[in-house]
């Protein structure tokens, strides 16, 4: 069975659009760089830095309720 943690970070990840999860992964998972994440997703560094922020801040108010 699933730790509760690993069931709480699935459902935290659910509550984001598959952009924001693929950013949020690459991040944090594979340690992407933002610059290797742009170009992975084929966007600008800054709009990659804004969608790991609004991910982060759905995480977070998910964490908080």
Sequence with gaps: ??????????NAL???????RQV???????EFTVRD?????????STVQRIIDAAEQKMANYFQN
């Design 1 to 10: 069975a699933e730790s509760s943690a690993a069931v709480n970070l699935k």
């Design 37 to 45: 994440i742009a170009k992975s997703v084929g966007k600008s560094k």
């Design 24 to 30: 949020i992964y690459q991040k944090y998972f594979m």
């Design 14 to 20: 659910a509550v984001l659009t598959d952009i924001e």
